[in-house]
């Protein structure tokens, strides 16, 4: 090795890269499902097992890290004085959580289909080839809020796409299902190309990958201007494909009825989770460097519009739905609207402390992954033991099936906002900021879609109590009872007792996007034009 070489070779330290267990165990997992299957063959079971003791391996290891994440503040993969392509924080720990303990759900309830002979063939035979592709996409999604390097954040939108267009087609005897897939991909392909040509224009106009060295200079005016707008769009354009906002949204009812309702569980939630965590990334690195003024000023309101538009076209298009694999989509379009409303929120953002619109955002997040957990929880019971994917497979649920009709009915009621449910509470907290930040428009907005959402969620609850019917009683696993038991208690938990205990740690989470991120002297300067920008320096 020349001396040149040896004086640029780098290392990073034991202690850095245990920062990064969590994702070490996940990719892992991976790899331990593809060795599993020449082991033991391509059954099933054991490659459920293996998937699902690799997630919770995973979220034990947040767990383990996440003082040392949060005590140690922002670091990241990186030498001295560079900018880092993986980065670790409290948020990325927190996320990461959220998306193993999710995945450890929807692999219980795929077990659940599984042993009750309801899950498809093809998910049966092709087992080892279905949670690659699951547990391929968690790790895209992960990488997406652990990066705020231009290259990595589009490989990681990548990795966590392409895994889910195979997922939303994985029963290849479905015809709905192989459409499904293809508009998937349609509309992720032309999103991709968008998001693709802006960064490069980030790149062309800033010379740098790095989020953080390109907010500096716009914040401090040295580039800007028209060229940089449009390149920031293109990069919102996959955001917004990602978490299905209006008018990237047409793959999204689609692909809900016609993947299985594993896969449509997990892109519920875990998709909108990753573009809305992504988001959050990019609004941290930029409050961070001090942007503000007209260019923060038009992009709070940008936000906000494309927010309201979201949740109104989400409603509307809901009130005439009669599957509920769809109707469930636009509500998930809908609600991304209501947490885009926390991206709205942007002007005046102080870099030395969290801001609540990252809070609120973070509640939400938590409490929507369990009401949505628990509405397809339910309807996955009730497809495998009638079925019934349309309304009126839930006529005289609550005659049927009790239980499963009282769960429904409480993640319905906080999927539309009212009390004592944790649904109201993350949206009360949400509005509160949002009206705090003085866009009372943006209230309005949120409150008329709240109540125009109360008509198609209380169909549904007027089907399954107050519609006559003579249909079977509906029989479901004990233990996929018990999952969907728990949503429904912490659901009623979050709305009654646990919303102060929720603000403080979602406050801490938001706080890990703001801390530990200093910029190098060469960096906080204004370079020439065509100087090469400086970058961030890592914290080791």
Known sequence: MSPLAAANFWLPTVDALSRFGPLWVLAGTVCAVLVGALIYGRRAQPTAAVALIGAALTAMSCVSVRARAVAG??????????????????????????????????????????????????????????FVLLLASAVGMVLMVSTTNLL??????????????????????????AEASVKYVLFGGITSAIMVYGVSLLYGQFQTLDLAVIA?????????????????????????????????????????????????????????????GL??????????????????SGLSIGVGIFAAITCTVGNFCALHQTNIKRLLAYSSIAHAGYMLMAGAILAGVSPDM????????????????????????VAAMVYWSSGEESLSGYTALGRRQPFLAVVMTVCLVSLVGL??????????????NVWGAGLIWLV?????????????YMRVIRQMWLIEGEGPAIRAPLAAQALVGICAAVILWTGTLAIDPIRR????????????????????????ADAEPGRLASKP
């Open 73 to 130: 503040g922002w670091a990241g993969l990186a030498p001295d004085g560079r900018a880092p392509m993986l980065l670790v924080d409290g948020f990325s720990i927190f996320f990461t959580l959220l998306v193993s303990l999710f995945l450890v759900a929807v692999i219980g309830l795929w077990w659940f289909g599984y042993r009750g002979g309801q899950s498809g063939m093809d998910m049966h035979a092709s087992a080892p080839e279905f």
């Open 152 to 177: 990595l954040l589009i490989l990681a939108v990548e990795m966590a796409s392409l895994p889910s267009y195979a997922l939303a087609g994985f029963e290849k005897r479905s015809r709905l299902g």
């Open 216 to 276: 500096h200079q716009l914040a401090d005016g040295t580039r800007g201007g028209t060229l940089a707008a449009i390149a920031l769009f293109g990069l919102m354009v996959g955001i917004g494909f990602k978490i299905s906002a209006v008018p990237f949204h047409f793959w999204c009812p689609d692909v809900f009825q016609g993947a299985a309702i594993e896969v449509t569980t997990w892109l519920s939630v875990a998709s909108k989770a990753a573009g809305l």
């Open 279 to 296: 988001l959050l990334r990019v609004m941290g690195v930029a409050a961070a460097a001090g942007i503000e003024g007209g260019f923060a």
């Open 354 to 377: 969290a801001h609540p619109a990252f809070t609120a955002l973070t509640i939400y997040l938590i409490v929507y992954l369990f009401m949505n957990l628990g509405a397809f929880g």
């Open 419 to 432: 009390p004592p449910f944790g649904g109201f509470t993350a949206k009360y907290w949400l509005l509160i």
């Open 444 to 456: 309005v907005v949120a409150v008329l879609n709240t109540a125009l959402s109360l008509y198609f």
């Open 505 to 528: 740690r979602a406050e801490g989470y938001a706080r890990s996007l703001f801390l530990g991120q200093p910029v190098a002297a060469e960096a906080q300067a204004t370079p020439p």
